[in-house]
């Protein structure tokens, strides 16, 4: 009977050699679980918590499940990528991981020291937590195929010249989610948060204090390059710095945001341009700390104008990524249901 499922757990429980991948015999090694699998055909690799010091390769319809981004890490230990997605047409699950500890020395391909998705894949990252990680482009994320994450924070990565959160040169979808804290190393680089290149689409997200560049760098939170489609809702863009001061938040090449309304930025750079949405606005947003939930988030603090200045129903306007309406989520980043009250 092909496998569908495998285990694995930290050493001595978890074995590679001695242990089949059944429950009750773990393989000590994520890889060991994917390589099994991806020799089947396709399956879930089941990660028990624990820290685990490897440097993956996924090419086949595999899927990982942690114990949850504060208990499961995969830590790429400095020597390289921490995720791999390569080589064959698939899709792909990655939910409850801490993601660390990838360096991809700086140079042609240096992509996504965190993760990397190849144009091929099909992959979507549920409740987890992509940090320090560095690469030239994408220090936490670099996708060339289709991206969704929900539920996730990228925080404290760095690359050299774009993308310190995540560099997107496919199509992505964010919701749920919280890109803080990254940085571009380079003086003239962009998109401490986000390098966007062709299509994305964040609703209920926040992208605050990343950095691009000591000097010239343009789009502390997110840099939109070329001619793809940019959608926003319900999204706080603030806090973040760039060495070209007018364009700390949001740096835009060519003008085609598409503002779904009920967005906040402390400037007026994002192209936020609906009268639901608030510009120059503090949000009045708290630390990144543990506020519940499986990753760590920003709160808002008392009095904060982004207090029931979102909305749970449907965007009335089109989106030719989604191709429907786009609707905000029943919950918020850490699980718990909206609306709270009337808003």
């Known amino acids: 009977v092909p496998l569908s499922d495998v285990w694995v757990a930290p050493p001595p429980i978890g074995d590679d050699i001695n242990n089949d991948g059944t429950q009750a015999q773990p393989f000590a090694t994520i890889q060991m679980g994917i390589n099994t699998l991806e020799a089947e055909g396709s399956g879930t690799v089941h990660v028990a918590a624990g820290i685990y010091h490897e440097n993956l390769n996924i090419s086949g319809f595999v899927n990982l499940i942690g114990d949850g981004a504060r208990n499961t890490i995969i830590n790429g230990g400095g020597s390289g990528r921490v995720i791999t997605f390569n080589s064959s047409v698939s899709t792909n699950t990655i939910s409850g991981f801490t993601i660390q500890g990838g360096n991809v020395p700086y140079g042609p391909g240096s992509y996504g020291g965190g993760i990397y998705i190849n144009i091929s894949h099909d992959v979507t990252i549920n409740d987890c937590t992509v940090t320090n990680n ?49 940085s571009i190393n380079q003086d003239d680089g962009g998109g401490g948060g986000i390098w966007n290149g062709v299509d994305m689409m964040l609703v209920n997200c926040t992208i605050a204090y990343n950095a691009a560049g000591s000097s ?19 999204t706080i863009v603030a806090n973040n710095t760039a060495g070209s001061s007018s364009y700390n938040n949001g740096y835009i090449m060519y003008p085609s945001i598409n503002s779904q309304g009920y967005n906040l930025s402390n400037d007026n ?75």
């Not at 560099?167 to 803080?180: E, P, R, V």
């Not at 010239?216 to 319900?234: D, I, K, R």
């Not at 008392?302 to 029943?330: E, L």
């Open 216 to 234: 010239t760098g343009v789009g502390g939170g997110f840099l939109y390059a070329y001619s793809g489609f940019v959608s926003f809702q319900n």
């Open 269 to 343: 750079s994002c192209g936020f341009d609906q009268p639901t949405d608030l510009i120059n606005t503090d949000p009045l947003l708290g630390p990144l700390r543990d506020n519940g939930g499986p990753t760590f988030t920003h709160a808002l603090m008392h009095g904060s104008p982004a207090i029931d200045a979102g909305s749970c129903v449907a965007s009335t306007k089109s989106d030719r990524i989604m191709a429907a309406a786009v609707v905000a989520p029943g919950t918020d980043q850490r699980g718990v249901p909206r609306p709270q009250g009337a808003n």
């Open 134 to 182: 560095q690469a030239q482009w994408g220090g936490g994320i670099s996708n060339d195929g289709l991206l969704h994450v929900n539920g996730s924070t990228i925080n404290g990565n760095s690359a050299g010249s774009f993308g310190g959160g995540i560099y997107n040169h496919g199509m992505m979808w964010l919701t749920n989610s919280t890109i803080s804290n990254n």
